[in-house]
């Protein structure tokens, strides 16, 4: 040995477990960071693929402009792509058909494909130059057409259009839920076609992608200036530009200052974990670096020392706290591609987090070396007297006992221990309560995700079958067939009376009467405000919607005629909500079918919903459109229902799984601290036991001292997390939706419960481990 540094390695060997405990709490804050800002990361980049996904990948539509200002703007150097879009059609009731089923048409340049990933050709090639067209896929086996084939287009005002089919691009959900078909040609055979039939649609508007690493709004407005053009000419894509960090929107803003909170809790949290470590590992061993004086080590060199070997553990700690929290990812990444293939697919499932591995990179090196600081000053103060004298641990002057009255002797030494340091109990406590706070701050993105996102109903069909006039048309022999069918999961249907005259509760006014059967009643269950399903279940009643202007309460009256002659019905229960919505000053009543069938002399459903089983392939789906026949309105939302799974599981998956990491080192956070402050305290165990004392006392010692950190721990994180809670509810949720902030207390409960257990837990392995101990092992003990 040549210096005084090489003993580290011979230190960590021969303080094996103090080591171990120390990097094992490096680690856990390296993980908690990785994993956080990892997995904040990946939720940003699914929310930006789903963005891209649902409305295209441009920042900034220009709309009413020149093709001269148009070129100018191509040529704008921060511009990445453009392009000419126009539409006709789009929400298909003008009148456009092929072959009698409605079709949207839409012209663009080649670059607008790029564009729009969610419009891919699966087959043949986009015709720039030529009057060629793409049709969507789901015309290409009901209308029998392939590459090369010409169509006819019929438009409202009688012209038929031949063209000619070059290629197939994938449905969109709109299309899919309308049953139309899509057509895509180049932007000059669209104009010269229906540059006239819509002014409001054709040739105006002009999509524009720019470089991510400029400062689109600063472009955005240098382009305004230039051009003259006014605010009611530009529309941005607000929620791919606040996706990427260049929103001003109020929202987005707000979000903006949530995620810098949460970033600086979970740093903070880090932080807090490693220093309150290092602390209490220097403390363990100030009588090594005593000894070291001894041999002649000057204090430079033993504060050095104790910098160095932080940075010794940061060596195995970190790289495993960076694999830890990337892997996490990786598995949080690959469940969402698994639950929403279709809408993940370009997600990879072992993406690498850059911002993760620098944020945990920088909190675990910056902390060690910022926390080892105080801990190498101290031991370097250390004289060499006092380590020879084996009283090298600095006693605080003791100005009063411990107080017996309100404790036990042991309990009160438990809680004397505690507080005796004053900087080792604000470390302490401060890193028990920001688990609490964390927890608590991130709780606030559950109500934000259930209001900002739609989670898919469990009455949502894939398939819906409606009747063209909207009459009781549909027999019920096709739902009973249909119910048959293997790949249909369940079939439900709905009978419809609109615009029914009635006295409610002896005041004129219109209703809607519509029949559900037994599976939608068990899902109006959860909607239920007072009273009971059953009535209306069994025939004996109606259920109210609350809303749209009227509140109506159990035993509410209904007198009308619905066919059959006048009869009288009572209210059995109301909803708070429905799938529902009717004119204004109309009110929904729901029966069951056969009072509805009692009621109005009508047989057959308006509507059939049909949910499939998870292999149902296209042609089952055209199998079942046969079936439904041709005086039906047909609508596939199997699409839309996936997107809507994806968006909620994308949001969920992070969400919860930022909760679960906090809980979870939580855990393991106070078993280490508390494990470690025992450690650092075990020759005065050893002192105690000489001198008489129980390994029960001892045991309720530990637990005293434990307690007093998770009491006080508790305390402030509730505090701080109930303040940090309302003003990130305050600033996201309530100013959105308006919705007052309240106590979450099955969240704070839950976490505090978490706390207490963990320091139960934290006590037992100390306490056995000192009650192996002999008395002359733990005086000696380092």
Partial sequence: MKRYLDLIPISAKRHRRQ?????LCIFLAVFLV???????????RSQRQQAIMDGGNWHIAFRDITEEQAARIAAWPEVKTSSWYGVVNYDCDEGYTLSGIKTAICGADPA???????????????????SGVLLTENARARLDVQVDDFIQLYTPDGRVLDLQVTGFVTNTAMLDHEDAFGLVMNTQTFRSYFSGDTAQDADSVYYVQFSPLCRILQVVESIKTELHLTDAQVFPYGKLLGLMGQSDDPLMLRLYLTAAVLAVLVATAGILMIASSLNSNIAQRISFFGLLRCLGATRKQVARFVRLEALNWCKTAIPLGLAAGTALVWVLCSLLVKLSPTYFAGMPAFGISGIGLTCGVVIGLVTVLLAARAPAKRAAKVSPLCAVSGNA??????RRAANTRLFRVDTALG??????????FFLMVSSFAFSIILFLAFNMAIDFMHQSITPLRPYSADLSIISADQTCSIPPELGQHLAEDPVVKRVYGRMFAYGIPATIDGQEGTVDLISYEINQFGWASGSLLEGSIDGALNGNGLLALYGNGTTRHTGSTVTADFGT????LTVSGVLSDCPFQSEPGVEIFICSEETFRTLTGQD????????????????????????????????????????AIGAYYSFALFVYGFLSVIALIAVFNIVNSISMSVSARVRQYGAMRAIGMSSHQLMRMVAAEAATYSLFGILVGCAVGLLANWFLFRITVT???????????????????????????AVRAPSQRIRRMSIVETIHAE
Avoid at 415 to 424: D, F, Q
């Fill in 19 to 23: 080591s171990l405990m120390t990097r």
């Fill in 415 to 424: 809680v004397r221990h505690a507080t005796a340091s004053k900087k080792n």
């Fill in 604 to 643: 057959g459903y308006t509507i059939l919903d049909l949910q499939l089983n998870a292999d149902a392939t296209d042609a089952d789906v055209e199998a079942i459109r046969t079936q439904a026949g041709s005086g039906t309105t047909f609508s596939d939302d199997r699409r839309s229902n996936s997107e």
């Fill in 393 to 398: 641990t600095p006693v605080s002057p003791v």
């Fill in 565 to 568: 002659g006048t009869q009288t």
């Fill in 112 to 130: 607008w494909m790029g564009m729009f990933p969610a419009v891919q050709v699966e087959e043949g090639s986009f015709d720039a130059e030529g």
């Fill in 735 to 761: 100013a959105n939706w308006g919705i007052p902030w309240y106590i979450p207390w099955a969240a704070l409960g839950l976490i505090v419960l978490l706390v207490a257990f963990s320091a139960a837990l």
């Fill in 34 to 44: 990785t994993a956080i800002f990892g997995m904040a990361d990946m939720e940003l």
